[in-house]
């Protein structure tokens, strides 16, 4: 279906769909893992070895791999994440699109069949962990290129079409905590959920790779990748994206902008520099939240009494599930409603203000500690922060994504939006990084 001057219409959302199946697809690999954690150091548990005098060097490995698991997790995704982002930014030009996305998406199913089959395989703890952080290395490398590529593909359309990608990493934490307490209720064994439970990322990435070659064939995306096409009026763009507005100004400036400077005669410095605040923006939005996440809020403890299924399921629920609902109900908001705009200042003032979380879960009951008090002994406390913490978290970082390519010409979009997916990484590396140091002075 199309408008009178051939303008096609994004029919039935299925370009905003297959955006969001594909941001699925970008986070699911690591969600999956980092909620499966009670799997992993369940697998580094070794119920043979007796503790005695002769094998206490052996046992003290094993506490210590079991103990730093979750922060050397963090730090060998993030790290992979920022490094092959970083190559993205500058080597995308000389990568086909199709050769990133699609090899990306069919080396990270291939990490989870082996996943699977591991499952079912006896392994000691240390070559168990070694070849865990291994997969966690190789899923987000190719995580990171997927991912940067994505982003900038998304940069070619609409503002409102960077919105489904943020919304389907969202869902993708929300979709593996819920598969996470589905598997503790069943009361199954944990090796028999958790084949099941690897074997459903396995379909979701199938899916995704699946949408990505339907991708090219729908009217409205080939519109908006032919960079010679000419773009429709603003009353046009109304009536094809069903999400969000630009004003006629705003869409002269690029159109214009684009007829004066090509890809080819700006440098990715010279394009970081019209949006460098979006970029800083979003680094220390990721930098603050993994910080903390999962680091420190795994270990908060309930303080019911009555224990039970509340302990059971207190951090499956209130930790995972909650933070990956509230951040995924964040990024989604932005289709909707973007405040505040790109050129106010609320909007860095906000990012900034999430740092008052680091003190504010550092205090709550986690345990075991040795230096601070306790302050937010409750659960409630710990409830409203979490709430309050993963919002912000999926709300200020999807503004920032959508805004950072609509600050240069459409021919810079794509680099624009590597750009973003490489700051947006670095906060992520230097999250994991810190999550060390907030942890020890607990």
Known sequence: MTTGTNSPRDRYYAVWIIFF????????????FMTATQY??????????NVTVQNQSIADTRSVLESKFNN??????????????????????????KCRISGSLSVILVVFLITAVLVKVDMEPLPFFVITMIKIVCINCFGAILQGSLFGLAGLLPASYTAPIMSGQGFAGTFAAFSLICAIATGAEMQDSAFGYFITACVVIVLAIASYIALPRMDFFKYYADA???????????TMDPLSKE?????????????EETIDNVTVFAIFKKLWLMALSVCFVFTITIGVFPAVTVEVQSSAEDGGDWHKYF????????????????????????????????????VLARVIFVPLFVLCNVQPRKNLPVVFADDAWYIVFMILFSFSNG?????????????????????AGAIMAFFLSLGLALGAALSFGFRAMI
């Open 21 to 32: 199946i594909l941001g699925l697809g970008t986070l699911l690999p690591w969600n999956f």
């Open 40 to 49: 992993f150091t369940g697998r580094l548990k070794d119920p043979k070895m």
């Open 72 to 97: 050397v997790m963090t730090l060998c995704a993030m790290v992979p994440l920022l490094i092959f982002t970083c190559l993205n930014s500058f080597l995308h030009q000389r990568i086909p699109q």
């Open 228 to 238: 010679n096409c000419p773009k429709p009026s603003n009353d046009e763009e109304n």
């Open 247 to 259: 004003s006629s100004e705003e869409k002269k400036a690029v159109l214009n902008l684009t007829e």
């Open 315 to 350: 951090i499956p629920v209130f930790c995972f599930l909650l933070f990956n609902l509230m951040d995924w109900v964040g990024r989604s908001l932005t289709a909707k409603w973007m405040w505040p705009g790109k050129d106010s200042i609320w909007l860095p003032v906000l």
């Open 395 to 415: 709300y200020l970082a999807s503004l920032c994504m959508c805004y950072g390519p609509k600050k240069v010409a459409q021919r810079e979009a794509e680099t």
